[in-house]
T-cell receptor
Framework: GENVEQHPSTLSVQEGDSAVIKCTYSDSASNYFPWYKQELGKGPQLIID?????GEKKDQRIAVTLNKTAKHFSLHITETQPEDSAVYFCAATPGGSYIPTFGRGTSLIVHP | NAGVTQTPKFRVLKTGQSMTLLCAQD?????MYWYRQDPGMGLRLIHY???????AKGEVPDGYNVSRLKKQNFLLGLESAAPSQTSVYFC?????????????????FGDGTRLSIL
């Protein structure tokens, strides 16, 4: 089955800095890669996703890149703000499966 | 439009007691999922359902049962609660485009049920 590794487990940055979270996956059949943000006491919410026919996707301060050859994908947050502090999860879903495998999460702390 | 609603939000049980967690979605999604979240372990899939009347085991199904009698509801049951089942439980739902080449869609999560078993 699919295996997703996520690093780092904790990331501390100063407000205004950039933050990068990296994930690797094992199943070459995975073709959908969502990223979720989980705020304290809430459920995860989708912030951005990318499919295997695209190498990069951007939405304002958030971007995701995908390297299918190396089987890794990354979340980039620029100009971080205190409200970006949360736990972020990556996931990989094999085509036709509809069952994602999640990374273990990254706790992002943005210091004012 | 409420999305995914989980009840109850909090519960404390004694070892050996049983209970049912309810998940309801109003988005007409085919797929529904139950996860547990423990510190440092991410989200682990307990059971899932691909449609009304069907369920399947996930990664950590032991000690849990599920039912999907109506498309909008997905119930998670603990038959005989154990302290190891202390966790935060999340329900999620998603729709699929079965005929599309890239058919996976994002999941929509509820806000969780925090369950403590003494």
């Amino acid at each position: 089955g699919e295996n997703v590794e996520q690093h780092p487990s904790t990331l501390s940055v100063q407000e205004g800095d950039s933050a990068v979270i990296k994930c690797t996956y094992s199943d070459s059949a995975s073709n959908y890669f969502p990223w979720y943000k989980q705020e304290l006491g809430k459920g995860p919410q989708l912030i951005i996703d990318i499919r295997s026919n695209v190498g990069e996707k951007k939405d304002q301060r958030i971007a995701v890149t995908l390297n299918k050859t190396a089987k890794h994908f990354s979340l980039h947050i620029t100009e971080t703000q205190p409200e970006d502090s949360a736990v972020y999860f990556c996931a990989a879903t094999p085509g036709g499966s509809y069952i994602p495998t999640f990374g273990r999460g990254t706790s992002l702390i943005v210091h004012p | 439009n409420a999305g995914v609603t989980q009840t109850p939000k909090f519960r404390v049980l004694k070892t050996g007691q049983s209970m049912t967690l309810l998940c309801a979605q109003d988005m007409n999604h085919e797929y529904m999922y139950w996860y547990r979240q423990d510190p440092g372990m991410g989200l682990r899939l307990i059971h899932y359902s691909v449609g009304e009347g069907t369920t399947a085991k996930g990664e950590v199904p032991d000690g849990y049962n599920v039912s999907r009698l109506k498309k909008q509801n997905f119930l998670l049951g603990l038959e005989s609660a154990a302290p190891s089942q202390t966790s935060v439980y999340f329900c999620a739902s998603s729709y699929t485009l079965f005929v599309a080449a890239f058919s996976n869609q994002p999941q929509h999560f509820g806000d969780g049920t925090r369950l403590s078993i003494l």
